[in-house]
DNA sequence: TGAATCATGTAACTGGTTACATGATTGT
DNA sequence: ACAATCATGTAACCAGTTACATGATTCA
């Protein structure tokens, strides 16, 4: 029912769901990805719901556009989700699944260009991130204390992607750490089995 | 398709559905969890496709049980997905979606309430992760040179959730203290134009 | 005798993806 | 002429959830 509220959000100002999905990528993708055809979909329902209305636009660029924005029902409806509760979903991570049954390859050198590649993902991930940031604070003049009240509540949903981004990239390091750690002790054991063998 | 390979990993071992849920319980569920229903028909679909053998069995408790083990076919897809590059999925967080509108609230004290309990709800799933940690290692003498290959990589998965989760409260933290901020300069703000006005 | 646990499964629904269909306008 | 972008949508599929049906065994 997120994606429901998302586009309720981002329509306090009307728009078009070409125009959504657009916003949709600058904004609030790092932590709620869309596709256009699912867009459409929910706008559609949430039209029948009477949470939005919509009108036909003629466009100045290509075909019409259908224009939504919220009704009084639909800024009701956001603002209720808004005073819940922080709803906290289920997190499911295939990587994880992938590191937590390696010990099957028998081969710790594996398990280390797996965590050498994740943790470039999760560094070009941070540099996004960062760059966001870079770009939202020089817009106010580099300090966070220029920020609108909504841009603030925006400003800090990008902190904690780069909060836990850095504490990921981190575990990436502790990690190659330990399987150094446990390689060196795996080596030093093998030979002494190995001399007390001959 | 990252169940599946969670099953075929968790079938090294013949095991019937609803073991394979308890044991999921226990092990994978901090970053997989999964319903028995899903579980089943899963199990199903994969003995279909020859990943699988099932034989019925008496219980010793109650009715019969479908015991699953790893066909050669399903210990190689097992294998191919271990050996294949990190698989990294798209995540969302309702919580943050409803952090990014919330100056539609116009209150700042509706988000110090919020991200506390937010905080809250974090600080309980870091002490689950800590204590299945402390099981963890005490089973093998409170250090982690002690685990298994196959301990040792369970072990970095909860790391990376322990990690993670830190970093969560972090944000919470530094948050409420930016949060904290904002009021104050907005107060004396506030009285400076009051002032002014009169 | 009745609750807890053991055990397997189906059905309906939900929220998402990928692929496809259609067509106008703008700039090279 | 053709590619890029603007613009809206449908259909098939996929992975998951919730709710329900069924019934045996064990223990208080």
């Given amino acids: 029912m997120s994606l429901d509220h998302i586009l309720l959000g981002l329509l306090r100002e009307p728009r078009s769901g070409y125009d959504l999905k657009a916003v949709f990528d600058r904004t609030v993708n790092h ?21 939005l209305a919509s009108r036909v636009e003629p466009s100045s660029k290509g075909p019409d556009r259908r224009v939504y924005s919220l009704t009084r029902m ?7 989700w808004l005073s819940s509760k922080p709803l906290v979903d289920d997190e499911r991570y295939t990587y994880l699944a992938q590191v937590f049954f390696m010990a099957e ?22 540099e996004t991130l960062r760059e966001i940031e870079r770009v939202q604070l020089s817009s106010v003049g580099g300090s966070a204390d220029g920020l609108s009240d909504d841009q ?3 400003y800090l949903t990008l902190r904690t ?4 981004m850095t504490a990921r990239i981190a575990w990436c390091d502790e990690t190659l750490k330990r399987i150094r750690r446990r390689s060196r002790a795996k080596r030093d054991n093998g030979e002494n089995t190995r001399r007390r063998i001959r």
């Fill in 31 to 51: 932590f709620w990805p869309a596709e256009l055809s699912q867009v459409y979909r929910i706008l559609k329902r949430l039209e029948s719901e009477g949470k």
């Fill in 74 to 80: 639909g800024r009701r409806v956001l603002r209720d």
């Fill in 105 to 126: 390859l028998n081969d710790l050198e594996a398990t280390t260009r797996f965590i050498e590649e994740l943790r470039r993902k999760r560094v070009d991930q941070l």
């Fill in 152 to 154: 603030f509540h925006q």
């Fill in 161 to 164: 992607g780069i909060n836990t």
